[in-house]
């Protein structure tokens, strides 16, 4: 279990991140949600401490992230983290090089899952197909965790599609997922837990089976409720 | 310990293809300098032999004889030792921000690996000296390349031909990149890769606290200098003639050991808590 415990974060003069707190379970799909700059992409840097927090704790399975973590974590960013003069095939061979959790036949499954090339260059990649190499990277590793930033941000329909299909695919099955999006329709069915972000608070924590079942909401009529009032 | 060696293998294939430009720029210069250089010289002697029509002994006595030393002096020699020491000071700040600027951000990558992070630091740091260890020894290898050349092309008569040692020890210049004791090589390369340290740790301090960071980076090189040069202080203004030669070169060599541990402990500290993509 991912545990977020009471975190703060600040900039500067500005505190973007005033005291979250939340789980994310193995098994689960959990959701951050909120409007731009309310500190999603700080708390995914911050649970892989890519960021250093000013006060909280994050634990990973009741452990503080060390670099043994990165063999059990993974974190999906919104930008390429590869050199754009890699080709695909180098960008593989270097995450061989260095996880000892790298699966390599795994890779080459979702390699022809989203039909990409291996001996095509990053850089000439269009933004969806980017956007896949950054997933293969991430999804090919043998870890418990995945965090994705913004997986679905600026590509075309078919990608978002296609990189939907991943979530109900055994790529993810029995891992614990964090993703942020503003894309909510694309996975409001696929995802377990929502947290819902505003001015670097919690306003709200929820299972979406429960919502479903027991007031008969979706995702984004809660959204509407929480934020609009 | 393996993946601080791939660290490095990658580090050096990154800029693997700039650095076979510089080593191709150093051999082409430095031979062309050598026959241009040795060409004038013909041209000067054959001037005053055949057109002012002196004897071989009044020209030499006007022109004098050419000796590998007079191609050193060109910029044809030294243009690229230049342009080689100038890449490399600007890889050392090159080798940390690529990482976080332009379409790439493979530091998050580098962050994430599973090692500890100072690895990344000390790889980049073996890069460097790696670099400047392999440039140095094909200058090295160069200098009878151009002494070979000046001998095919000037008689024997009009030059005078000296050992290597002898080249290295006649330009100052020189003697700092190929230092004539095992002993002057150690402080030379040392003090070098002190710099190095100093300069990535600025560096991190500047990508953990940005603007702050630049002050901060600024303070710690004065502060490490100031521990480097504080045994000579000591000698020339507070115990004057004080220290013997030898308890001198000891202080420092402490002072150097204290600033390079300084250097790796706070980059180590950094790297883990305060760095920031």
Not at chain 1, 186 to 205: A, M, T
Request: net charge negative; aromatic share 14%; charged share 20%.
């Amino acid at each position: 279990m991912i545990e977020v415990k009471d975190v703060k974060k600040r900039f500067g003069r500005k505190e973007v991140l005033k005291g979250v707190s939340f789980t994310a379970e193995k098994g689960e799909i959990t959701c951050l949600i909120g409007i731009n700059g309310v500190g999603k992409t700080t708390i995914m840097n911050a649970i892989v401490a890519l960021t250093p927090i000013n006060s909280g704790q994050i634990l990973i399975d009741g452990e503080e992230l060390h670099k043994g973590s990165y063999e059990k974590i993974t974190f999906i960013p919104d930008a390429i983290t590869m050199l754009p003069q890699m080709r695909i095939i180098d960008a593989m061979q270097f995450m061989d090089d260095f996880y000892d959790c790298w699966n390599e036949k795994r890779a080459e499954e979702i390699l022809s899952f989203f039909k990409l090339d291996k001996q095509e260059r990053i850089a000439n990649l269009s933004k969806g197909n980017t956007a896949k190499v950054n997933l293969l990277l991430g999804l090919a590793m043998d870890v418990d965790y995945i965090l994705m930033d913004e997986p679905f941000s600026g590509i075309d329909i078919f990608s978002r599609e296609q990189i939907a299909e991943v979530f109900t695919s055994h790529l993810i099955e029995d891992r614990g997922v964090i993703i942020t999006t503003h894309e909510i329709n694309d996975i409001e069915h696929l995802i377990d837990k929502v947290v819902l972000l505003n001015e670097g608070y919690v306003l709200k924590e929820f299972s979406t089976e429960e919502i479903r079942e027991n007031e008969g909401k979706s995702v984004i009529d809660v959204m509407r409720e929480v934020y609009q009032s | 310990m393996n993946r601080y060696i791939k660290l490095v293998n990658f580090e050096f294939n990154r800029f693997l293809k700039i650095y076979l430009v510089l080593i191709g720029i150093t051999i082409a210069s430095q031979i062309l300098g050598a026959i241009i250089r040795s060409n004038q010289y013909l041209n000067d002697m054959n001037d005053l032999l055949y057109e002012q029509l002196m004897t071989r002994e009044a020209a030499l006595e006007q022109l004098g004889k050419i000796s590998f030393y007079h191609i050193t002096q060109t910029v044809w020699f030294m243009g690229p030792i230049a342009i080689c020491i100038v890449t490399l000071l600007i890889y050392m700040f090159f080798i940390w921000y690529r990482d976080w600027f332009g379409k790439n951000t493979f530091i998050y990558r580098l962050l994430m690996l599973p090692t500890a992070r100072i690895n990344v630091y000390f790889a980049k740091a073996t890069t460097i000296l790696l670099m400047v260890f392999g440039l140095v020894a094909i200058q090295l290898l160069m200098l009878p390349v151009g002494r070979r050349v000046l001998q095919w092309m000037i008689p024997v008569d009009f030059r005078v031909d000296q050992t290597i040692r002898e080249i290295l020890t006649s330009f100052d210049y020189l003697m700092i990149l190929f230092p004539s004791t095992f002993y002057e090589f150690v402080i030379h390369y040392a003090i070098g890769f002190a710099v190095v340290l100093v300069v990535f740790t600025a560096i991190l301090f500047e990508r953990s606290f940005r603007w702050k960071g630049i002050v901060f980076g600024l303070i710690f090189g004065a502060f490490a200098v100031t521990i480097f040069i504080f045994p000579v202080i000591v000698q020339a203004f507070i115990l004057p003639e004080f220290f013997y030669p030898i308890e001198l070169f000891a202080l420092e060599c402490i002072a150097g050991l204290v600033v390079v541990s300084l250097s790796i402990w706070t980059s180590n500290y950094l790297l883990k808590k305060k760095i920031r993509v």
